[in-house]
């Protein structure tokens, strides 16, 4: 069983910055041994993948819509992966979920287990 919890969300002005921690919970090494992640999903939207970095973190994905903008990294020492947020957008308004998958995930259907997910609110 792998827990998740995320924090660091919030309300920021269009231009601002976040920084979003998710700290994993789990037997073993099965922390570090595994892919972690973000998705997001605004209201009436399906959760969308955003960034992911492989358990060494040789491989990073991140999508388009954020590439330049967001950055991923991981402590495996310290079990937690962190999205950094910059240059916000009112249109990255979402719920934010750190995600563990076995494979780097393009989809959330390839995800195994979820946090319960941070709102991040971006104003015009």
């Known amino acids: 069983q792998v827990q998740l919890v995320e924090s660091g969300g919030g309300l920021v002005q269009a231009g601002g910055s976040l920084r979003l921690s998710c700290a994993c919970a789990?037997?073993?090494?099965?922390?570090?041994?595994?892919?972690m992640g973000w998705f997001r999903q605004a209201p009436g939207k399906e959760r969308e993948f955003i960034a992911a970095m492989s358990s060494s973190g040789d491989r990073t994905d991140i999508a388009d819509s954020v590439k330049g903008r967001f950055t991923i990294t991981r402590d495996n020492a310290k079990k937690e992966v962190y999205l950094q947020m910059n240059s916000l957008k009112p249109e990255d308004t979402a719920v934010y979920y750190c995600a563990v998958a076995w494979v780097v995930p393009s989809s959330w259907r390839q995800v195994a287990y979820w946090g319960q997910g941070t709102q991040v609110t971006v104003s015009s």
């Open positions: 789990a037997s073993g090494r099965t922390c570090s041994l595994s892919v």
